[in-house]
């Protein structure tokens, strides 16, 4: 009995020091996001980013899209680079907001115009395909992977790849097809894409002659990324 008396005094404290641990974290998520708002309607672009991110996740405030898309696109009009990708997304997908593809192109151009790798392969997939008002164009498509790609991209490099394979807006060129199909394989983690690009890079070099692909080879070695994001207000 009196084993039992102390076990379940020590449980109590312990479950009142539980509760007592969570109602803080709960009053400090609470008031972090206080904070946040206050920030937000004040002006801050990297707090109106970081609400837009709360009310796009449902983390510490309540799901809601639309609420979202309106503050992503407050800070996406000061400049902030996340805020605008995310608000292209946004766009594209029709989340708490109409779709709309010109507008999700727009906002994709401006992040790309600060160099966000994101936006420049997200614009490329809109060339590459066409969707909605945006008809396919090939040669658009390789110039914005080629982007995203020359920052590191993997799948930017994947399609950067498959677009020298099949020579679309531009020559057939199975070296370059290798290249970037090496690089890729490399910017993936171990898995399933990984090894899907390695074997477009074996297909690559099944028809390339002993020097080809030695040049390959070369180009592979002295590739390096170019300097990614431009640092304005995004700091996301």
């Known amino acids: 009995m009196v084993f039992q008396h102390h076990f379940l005094r020590g449980l109590i404290a312990f479950l ?23 920030k937000a309607v004040a002006g801050d672009a990297e707090a109106q980013y970081t609400l837009a991110v709360a009310y796009d996740n449902g983390k510490g405030v309540e799901q809601d899209l639309a609420k979202a898309v309106s503050w992503y696109r407050r800070a996406a009009t000061q400049g902030h680079l996340r805020a605008q990708h995310n608000l292209g997304i946004s766009y594209e997908n029709g989340d ?3 779709k709309d593809i010109l507008e999700a192109l727009k906002w994709y151009q401006q992040a790309a115009a ?7 392969y997200n614009i490329g997939l809109l ?22 790609a020359e920052q590191g991209h993997a799948k930017a490099q994947s399609n950067l790849g498959a677009i020298y394979a099949l020579g679309l807006g531009t020559d057939k060129d199975l070296i370059q ?14 898995g399933e894409d990984r090894e899907q690009e390695l074997g477009n890079r074996d297909k690559a070099a099944a028809s390339l002659a002993p020097a080809q692909l030695e040049l390959a080879k070369k180009l592979i070695e002295e590739w ?3 300097p990614g994001e431009k640092k304005t207000q995004d700091g996301g």
Request: glycine content about 10%.
């Open 177 to 190: 097809a290798y290249k970037w199909f090496t690089l890729s394989a490399a910017a993936f983690p171990p």
């Open 16 to 38: 009142a020091v539980v509760a007592v641990v969570f109602g803080f974290l709960i009053w400090r998520g609470f008031n972090g996001i206080e904070r946040t708002k206050e």
């Open 96 to 98: 708490g907001v109409e």
């Open 224 to 226: 390096a990324p170019t």
């Open 114 to 120: 600060q160099g966000d790798a994101s936006s420049q």
């Open 127 to 148: 060339y590459s395909f066409g969707q909605g008002p945006i008809r396919r164009n090939d040669v658009e498509a390789l110039q914005w992977f080629r982007l995203a």
